[in-house]
């Protein structure tokens, strides 16, 4: 059976899961940047930022509506958004659409990510992580 929806409906506690999975990629990330070397290729820690943005993400939809995005991850923010509506800030939806834009590059590509530009990458991840953190915790 193909599946032709990139979305799936999850259990309703699948979403804490999730959010403890974009805690855990989150701090991965953070001691891979603390121990970098400024020459490194930064591309296993930006792909660690990617899959906590992810992970985020799936825990409000999984929490709000029940389902998570599957395959295509350029279409998580459309979902996220659908989901949340105005509860989505622009300014968030920006930072996880930034960092998904990374993904295919840093967990697939050829060229090496500079250490710097994952710090700032790490910054957006931070403030959307925050930000779903609080969104996913409130009863709203």
């Not at 059976?1 to 805690?23: A, E, Y």
């Amino acid at each position: 059976m193909t599946r032709t929806s990139p979305r799936r409906k999850v259990p309703p506690d699948f979403w804490s899961g999730r959010l403890k999975q974009g805690r855990d990629f989150l701090e991965a990330a953070r001691q891979a940047i603390d121990f970098a070397e400024p020459g490194q290729n930064a591309n296993p820690i930006v792909s660690q930022i990617v899959l906590s943005a992810i992970a985020y993400s799936d825990a409000l939809t999984a929490k709000r509506a029940g389902i998570v995005n599957t395959q295509d991850h350029a279409a998580a923010p459309k979902l996220l958004r659908d989901i949340l509506r105005d509860q989505l800030p622009d300014s968030q939806e920006r930072k996880f659409r930034r960092i998904l834009a990374k993904k295919d590059e840093s967990q697939y590509g050829a060229r090496p990510e500079l250490v710097s530009y994952a710090k700032l990458l790490f910054e957006d991840l931070e403030a959307f992580a925050q930000w779903a953190e609080d969104a996913a915790t409130s009863g709203r």
